[in-house]
């Protein structure tokens, strides 16, 4: 069984004697050992996307400036979308606590490099003792001891463990700045999706009120028909039941718009009592979304940025693995003053000091290091793939709502055809049944084809919208991993306020 160093573990007990035995103490910060870290190969990352063809809405941008950037919602052109979407940034908690989660991991970055620098401290100390005077022997009674000592000890990084520990450090402090931001572009999509769901429910409930309208008015028809003679007592039990079920159907909306409006409520950080959202309507079919090419899309999502600096943090843990092999190297002094009064702690002849180094090396562990390091080998592996799955389901997701938003373009279409359709059939309908000629079950049959048509078409539009913001979050939302704090940022004054770091990895418009 080999380490991913290319180096058995006996091997590398020999390298770390031979390692000892080479470098000089104070020159030892270039023997460092460890893996270089190297990004996971992608193999068969396709060269366009297999949706894209014969589609001529949407298309790879070129050049890469046309691509998303920033404030991605203000593409669908609606101000009260826009309004709450920047309530997301501000309020919503599950932003708040994924900086406050990358706070926690960027103090890991300074507590990891703290391991760089000796330790410090004093230790004063005031000591009674009481001898006694049993026997009659000299220097019996209580007697008293003063210290004052200063200690420091240091352990120099010989083999880069203090290196690999930050390095890991701020690996997961970048996992954390991206997990921000993926959580970030996932509310604001769930919000987008809301929000267009919830304007589909208004046009359908204008579309219930004209036809729960026209309903009544049938109800009057057949009922003056019925009094006149003319229709039967059965016709106005139908025009009755279809009203009544329009109406039930009416309700039932409201239900949901309701949920609606609360879920975005609680997305915008505030209690759905404090939120209405006037009613509205979508504003025509989706924009075109300019697209990334296939292999660019590994650098604009932040989940796929997130899981590739997992395989680095997972890296440099085989690194600090296989650091347990070596000897560690620690140097320490002590200086004070001691005294059996304090008139004179402070005096030349009361100092004391010690100085000196240590060495220590594990000789037998009886294969602990070796299972330690498998086991940290083992993790990288499953965090390689791990990240070539989630590179795979990006691929997916393109691929999934480029299909739909093509297609549900095309059925759109021909549903419109349906409702003009609908429509001339349904006043033909009536014009028969007033003529005489056809019996109100007739009518009733295609009221209902036509409403059917009518909500079916708000669907598919709804459903395009919603797949449109499926797709902008899919590719990133605008977003790229130079918006990734580097390893100054991370370790800068400003990240450790939240008024700061509540912005860290966001979309940068240039």
Known sequence: MKSRSGLKKRDLRKAAVLAAAGCAVFLSAGC?????????????????????????????????DELLKGKWWEIFGDAELNKLEEQININNQNVKQAEAQFRQSRAQVNLQRAGYYPSIGASPSITQSDRGGAGGGVGGGIGSSFSLPITASWEPDLWGRVRLAVENAVDNAQVSAADLENIRLSAQAALASDYFLLAASYMQEDVLTDTIAAYQKNLELTTNRFNGGVASKTDVSLAQTQLAGARAQNTELRVARAQLQHAIAVLTGVPPASLEILPGKINGPPPPIPLALPSQLLERRPDISATERLVAAANANVGIAETAYYPTLTLSASAGFVSTNLQSLFKYASRTWSAGPGLSQTLFDFGRRGAQLEGVEASYDATV?????????????????????????????????????????????????????????????TQTIALNDQQQAITLLQRRMVAAVDLVKAVGGGWDTSALPSKDAIRSVAMADKASTINVAQPVVK
């Open 32 to 64: 460092t050992v460890g893996p270089r870290y190297q990004r996971p190969v992608i193999a068969q990352t396709p060269v366009a996307f297999k949706e894209l063809q014969g589609s001529d809405e949407w298309k790879t941008a070129t050049p890469s």
């Open 385 to 445: 793939a791990s990240y070539r799955q989630t590179v795979l389901s990006a691929f997916e997701e393109v691929e999934d709502d480029l299909a739909s938003l093509r297609y549900l373009a095309e059925e759109a279409a021909q549903q419109q055809e349906a409702v003009t359709a609908a429509n001339q059939s349904l006043a033909l309908e009536i014009e028969r049944y007033k003529a005489g000629t056809d019996s109100y079950l007739n009518v009733i049959t």
